[in-house]
Structures are given as C-alpha cells and as structure tokens.
C-alpha cells in the first residue's frame, strides 16, 4: 500500500533541503554549495573525522540513549543528529573553515535534537491528552529550545551554537550567523535521506 506520508516526507525535505542552499547561497554568494556531494550521509555510521571532532559527545550515555528514540519513519535520534554532522563536515571542509570553526559548527549539528523528552511517547487514544500533553507535542515548535538548553546543560556549549540549535527549525527559529543556517541546512539535509535512502534499504538498527 503507497504510504503517503512517506512520500510526503520525502517531497518536503527535498524541497527545503534545496531552498536552504539556494538561500545559504544568496548569503555566500561564492559558494558552490549546490555542487557538493552529501551521498555519504546515507550512512548514519560516525566517521573517523566525526569521532575526532565529537567523539566525547558520541559516547556520552545522555547521548547514546538517543539510539532508542525513533525519529523519522525507521531512523532514529542517535543517526539523525549524525548525519547531520556528517553534513556539516562537508560543508565545512568546503568552506576551508579551520579546526576550531569546524569543531563547533559539526558539534551543533549533532546536538540540534538533543532533547531531555522523546516527543513521540504518546497515549494510546489522543482524546485522553490533557492541555498540557497537546502543547507539550507541539513539538516542531519548541524542541529547538529545548535541545539548545539541554545541550547547555550537559556539554556546556557555546552561545553561537546555543543560538544555532534553538533557531533550527524554521517558522520557529530564524538563524543569525553561517553556524546556524549550516545547521537548519543539515537537519534537512540528513532529514531527506533518511525518508529516501533509510526508508527503501532499512539501514539504521533500531534494535
């Protein structure tokens, strides 16, 4: 049976994903955004680069716990975030950023969903919500907020990449820097693979 949703999913990524870069391009006018290849960022395994820039952040247990949060479709939080930062490698290598930009701008990448909830503990008939479980799944609208303080909270995070992951998500937040608009990019970025690529070769382990 064809699940619209899925394919939903699939269109709307897509289609941000390209309006980001068209924007981040009119921001950087010299940039060949557009022409970079993020094919690697199918793969939610961390790489080499990845572990050296975060690699405490990977294997804190706050964040390995992500593993058992499902996230978009068959993914979940812990490959979500890493293909984001897998993203903003590329990005940031493209951009000859050096270590420390780099290091900054990769680490809020991987920290944009960091959320201390996993917003889709739901009750089995959702007439049952009270006023506060129905806002509190308004979850496209705060959870930038929210993973931005708890990012805070347990790696002590700058504030420009404070500012980045509480303005990722757009109507919601609206990025002020290149850190930011890196990371609202990636998030679609590693959103669209993972309702194409995951969705047709189950990659990610859930188990």
């Known amino acids: ?31 060949d955004i557009q022409k970079l290849d993020f094919s690697s960022v199918s793969s939610s395994k961390p790489t080499e680069e990845l572990i050296a820039l975060c690699g405490d952040i990977l294997e804190h247990p706050d964040f390995q716990e992500l593993k058992n949060r499902v996230h978009h479709h068959d993914s ?40 201390d909830f996993d917003w889709r503990l739901t009750k089995a008939n959702k007439k049952q919500w009270t006023l506060g479980e129905r806002i509190h799944r308004q979850y496209v609208y705060h959870h930038g907020k ?28 609206w990025p002020r820097d290149n850190c930011g608009w890196i990371v609202q990019m990636c998030d679609k970025i590693a959103t669209y693979y993972e309702c194409t690529y995951n969705k047709i070769n189950k990659i990610d382990n859930l188990s």
């Not at 897998?86 to 969903?113: M, N, S």
């Open 146 to 173: 929210n993973a931005a303080k708890n990012a805070k909270k347990v790696f002590d995070i700058s504030d420009r990449q404070f500012a980045a992951i509480k303005s990722h998500m757009f109507p919601a937040g």
């Open 1 to 31: 049976m064809f699940n619209y949703t899925i394919f939903a999913d699939i269109i709307i990524s897509k289609i941000l994903t390209n309006a980001y870069k068209k924007v981040y391009k009119m921001k950087n006018k010299n940039d």
């Open 76 to 115: 979940n939080v812990f490959c979500h975030l890493v293909r984001a930062a897998k993203a903003a490698i590329i990005i940031c290598r493209h951009r000859g950023y050096d270590e420390a930009k780099t290091r900054e701008i990769v680490q809020a990448a991987l920290l944009h969903d960091f959320c």
